[in-house]
């Protein structure tokens, strides 16, 4: 297995004392391949030129926000992103989960639990168990492709991220079966999926609008109230 501690960490934040603080404590789990930036144009010359693996984005910026950056490294890189904010709004938080954020995290906080939940981002993410293959199947007019993490809709390729593909897989597996909510955050976020329903509705309307004709009439990914959610598929290969 790929040693996760080899992986290049970028770390934004405008306040020099959290980057030295945050940088100190993934050098003593060890991390070794760390980048600091204290705002967007050094972060997104960093992300260009060093492509990281991993992003810690700190929320307000001196040159613009950390929303506007994680838009601005989407146009070339899906690495996984983590957030910190001085502000706790749902809002700003599922606006930074809907962009794509795996994680976001609000000031003050425990650099312990930050570096817990960047390492639980890492393992799902780059950990490479014994590789399976996984099935292509098809949603109406859109064929998804599990194994590439990819969905083709009207001779265009979707990608999905690494959380809208731990749903559809974790759905699949129980096609026409009803997957709890819990049970879905649990193959999503692992053990510490406690408290993220309302992140998971987000994940679930991202995935409805690369497979499903209508979002907002869904025909594939259905919802069960108070239960979960369930998929209705039919497999071609």
């Not at 992300?47 to 613009?64: N, Q």
């Not at 930050?114 to 007019?141: C, D, N, T």
């Not at 053990?191 to 995935?207: A, C, F, K, P, Q």
Request: net charge neutral; hydrophobic share 40%.
């Amino acid at each position: 297995m790929e040693n996760l501690k080899d992986k290049k960490i970028l770390m934004v934040d405008d306040e020099p004392e959290i980057r030295i603080m945050i940088e100190s404590f993934l050098r003593k789990e060890g991390f070794f391949r760390i980048y600091t930036a204290a705002d967007c144009a050094s972060a997104l010359s960093i992300c260009r030129k060093g492509k990281p693996d991993i992003a810690i984005l700190d929320v307000m910026l001196p040159d613009g926000d950390g929303f506007t950056l994680l838009s601005s490294i989407r146009q070339f890189s899906d690495m996984p992103v983590l957030f910190l904010s001085a502000r706790g709004e749902d809002e700003d938080r599922l606006l930074g989960l809907g962009l794509g954020a795996d994680d976001y995290i609000v000031k003050p906080f425990l650099p312990r639990e930050l570096v817990l939940r960047l390492k639980a981002i890492l393992k799902r993410i780059y950990s490479s168990p014994v590789a399976e293959h996984l099935p292509v199947f098809q949603l109406g007019e859109r064929t998804i492709d599990l194994d590439s993490a990819v969905v083709y809709r009207n001779q265009k390729e979707l990608p999905l991220t690494a959380k809208e593909h731990a749903i559809l897989v974790k759905l699949y597996e129980n096609q026409g079966r009803i997957v709890t909510s819990d049970a879905l955050c649990q193959a999503v976020w692992g053990d510490d999926s406690y408290g993220y329903e309302n992140t998971l509705m987000v994940h679930i309307r991202r995935v409805r609008e690369k497979i499903e004709l209508d979002p907002s009439k869904p025909i594939h990914l259905l919802t069960v109230r108070r239960l979960g959610y369930k998929l209705l598929v039919k497999e071609i290969r």
